[in-house]
């Protein structure tokens, strides 16, 4: 998602509707024009802070300019002027002077222009960009907007709603992506954003996605979540700078896909196909020669 902002006298709600509504009129211009908008189909993005979430959206779905990205961090930049944009109790872990101290404007409106690089904004805006991403994701499911939805996924729970929701609304196809990195290279890459996730943060998501947090009953939110896609692929991005495939990904973790023929593999897992890596230049053009011929054949 480009960065957003506001027009002079609107709220954050009313700038992104015009943002929907922009899009939404894009999609139907590329259908008159003949082409193939996959309307009714969903990528949900998971993934920890700094795993590369955005930069495979880049390369396989925002660059095809038909789906909305639905990502909270992105909403955050509507904060500015907004009621419930409010300085928090504390100081963030990650504030460079002031870590995990008691903020003394606590629970007053912020008055400054939204910062990204200003941690206290970060934490403060996230009950804006939280309201506002539900807005979103429920408006483009009404409409059957395509969506890459940007989550952790850490909480199957809600996600797994929100998959039954997409159904309810006549979405066919709602895949996931799972981008995977280790703990210390998603603490390393996020030192190094402007926008530094608080490291409380970091450690509730990785938590999450241990499959003895006692809300995932055994399993991981990965493990329930893939039953109620049509499709998964797990990337590494461990190693995506030379593009290998970790030792990890190499015993297991694969690319999983359910064929249109309903084709599926043992204990009726979706049939695997190969093992995803990290993505490299030749892949993304194959993959996006693929998908623009495929739009343009229908």
């Known amino acids: 998602m480009s960065e957003l902002s506001k027009q002079p006298g609107e709220n954050a709600e009313q700038a ?3 943002h929907i509504n922009t899009h939404d009129t894009h999609l139907h211009e590329l259908a008159s024009e003949g082409l193939h908008v996959p309307r009714g189909t969903a990528t949900i993005m998971k993934g920890l802070p700094g795993s590369g979430k ?62 990204e690089g200003d941690p206290v904004h970060v934490v403060a805006a996230h009950p804006v960009s939280k309201r506002l991403e539900q807005k979103m994701f429920d408006t483009c499911k009404e409409r059957r907007i395509p969506m890459a939805l940007d989550t952790t996924g850490g ?102 896909h359910t064929s249109q023929n309903g084709g599926s593999g043992p204990n009726g897992q979706p049939q695997v196909t190969h093992i995803a890596k990290a993505s490299t230049d030749a892949f993304n053009v194959e993959f996006v020669d693929m998908v623009r011929g495929y739009y343009r054949s229908r």
Do not use: C
């Open 16 to 18: 992104m509707m015009r």
């Open 54 to 115: 955005s930069y495979y959206l880049q390369k396989h779905h925002l660059s095809h300019a038909t789906h909305m990205h639905v990502d909270v961090d992105a909403l955050k930049h509507l904060a500015t002027g907004e009621h419930d944009f409010k300085y928090p109790t504390h100081y963030p872990d990650s504030h460079p002077t002031h870590p995990d101290q008691p903020h003394p404007l606590a629970g007053q409106r912020i008055t400054a222009p939204y910062d």
């Open 155 to 256: 909480n199957h729970k809600k996600w797994g709603e929100r998959i039954g929701a997409l159904r309810q609304s006549g979405f066919h196809h709602v895949g996931m992506v799972d981008i995977r990195v280790s703990k210390e290279t998603s603490m390393a890459r996020n030192a190094g954003r402007k926008r530094v996730v608080p490291q409380k943060i970091i450690d509730e998501t990785y938590a999450e996605h241990d499959r003895n947090h006692p809300d995932n009953a055994g399993k991981t939110p990965f493990e329930h979540l893939k039953k109620m896609v049509d499709s998964v692929k797990v990337v590494d991005h461990e190693s995506r700078a030379s593009g290998a495939i970790t030792k990890r990904a190499a015993a297991g973790w694969h690319n999983y």
